[in-house]
């Protein structure tokens, strides 16, 4: 962890709530906008819900800084939502706006560039247009279109799982029972498959032909399914991704995207895990746990990169990769978005094996010279 200094540079509190995070994508922005490497855009929702908690509900855009790894100080646009909670997003991949989810219906968004005598900005407005296979559907806990942006899949709180052609909202899959509440859902790379998790097995859909389950993923023992993702790889190395819980902690699970069957399961953290995703170069794992606590995991080994203990006062919410995989920012219900660097792996120092060698040649050199087979000089 680093100084104070830079605790409080990479973490920032908005004053509401946070429960989803997206990085804008490049295509968002217009030519005559200034997006670069070094100043992007982060998509943040929250707020304090429907009550009188005078705690605000809104879709804000923070900006990040990849010299100083911070976040601005404060929103660099903002756009209230009334009474209605925005709680998760889908960042459109092509750059057409965002979709959100709110208690009793899912709301399109759109980009917007307010141009200033100065510089231009992005910001978010209301769209006009409706989306009515998803009004009055009540609270979709989990939405994210495919790689290519034409399909669209939102799960409900009631277990109901809805697939559509985008931006067309006809439906493809509509399934009332897929589990008895769907946590997660994420489309496979070639968008042929889209994974659920929620209650009960895992479930796998073809959403490129039959629009149809063609596998269960078992839970073992008293597992409980948190979180999936697809690897971003669609090489031969391509794998999917499942948080579990039991009573020792949590796991990622590793399941092979043909056979769908487990390759293997990798204690990660004691506490609870609350958030989960997956680098779009495939490389890295993020986790977020309920204590605060955000996890880097390397996917070559399943090894932990980095432990960040308490980067949140409360449970982390959501994370997201930027689209370079050198940041991932994460929000939670302490009101704090943090963006956290990924830095490369210490290749300096003496490696343990060469040490070794070093020690037994000496060693082989000194009972060589004390047998007589070398010379006393040497």
């Known amino acids: 962890m680093g100084s104070e200094n830079d605790e409080e540079l990479n973490c920032k509190k908005y004053g509401v709530p946070l429960y989803g995070a997206a990085w804008v994508p490049s295509a968002a922005f217009t030519a005559n906008e200034l997006e670069t490497p070094a100043k992007r855009l982060v998509v943040l929702a929250g707020g304090g819900g429907e009550g009188h908690s005078g705690i605000p509900n809104a879709l804000l855009l923070s900006a990040f800084d990849s010299e100083s790894c911070s976040l601005s100080d404060q929103p660099v646009a903002k756009l209230g939502t009334g009474s209605d909670l925005p ?18 219906n899912c709301r399109w968004f759109e980009w917007d560039s307010a141009t200033s005598t100065d510089d231009q900005t992005l910001s978010l407005k209301s769209s006009e247009k409706v989306l009515k296979p998803l009004e009055d559907v009540g609270q979709q806990l989990a939405l994210t279109f495919n790689t290519e942006g034409n399909l669209l899949a939102v799960g409900g709180e009631d277990g109901k799982l809805r697939v559509f052609k985008w931006p067309a909202m006809e439906s493809i899959l509509s399934e009332a029972n897929a589990h008895s509440s769907v946590k997660d859902l994420d489309f496979s790379p070639d968008g042929k498959f889209l994974v659920s ?23 073992e023992n008293d597992e409980i399914f948190g979180f999936c993702r697809f690897s971003r790889s669609t090489g031969t190395d391509q794998v999917l991704y499942i ?7 949590g796991s990622i699970v ?68 930027s689209q370079d995989s050198r940041a991932v920012v994460s929000v939670s219900l302490d009101s704090s978005s943090r963006a956290t660097l990924i830095k490369d792996e210490k290749k300096g120092g003496i490696n343990l094996w060469i040490i070794l060698f070093f020690i037994l040649l000496a060693v082989a050199l000194y009972y060589a010279k004390d047998s007589g087979y070398l010379p006393l000089e040497l």
């Open 87 to 104: 709680y998760r997003i889908g960042v459109h991949p092509g750059g057409e706006g965002i979709m959100c989810s709110f208690p009793q």
């Open 197 to 219: 998790v929620g209650s009960g097995p895992g479930r796998i859909w073809d959403v490129s032909s039959s629009s149809s389950s063609v596998a269960s993923l078992p839970k």
């Open 243 to 249: 948080t579990t819980m039991r009573d020792k902690g």
């Open 254 to 321: 590793k399941w092979n995207p043909t056979s769908w069957r487990r390759i293997s399961s990798t204690f990660v953290s004691r506490d609870p895990i609350s958030a989960f995703n997956v680098s779009p170069d495939g490389k890295l794992l993020a986790i977020g746990t309920i204590q605060g606590d955000i996890l880097i995991i390397s996917s070559a080994n399943m090894r932990t990169r980095t432990v960040i203990k308490k980067a949140h006062l409360g449970l982390v919410t959501a994370l997201a990769f």
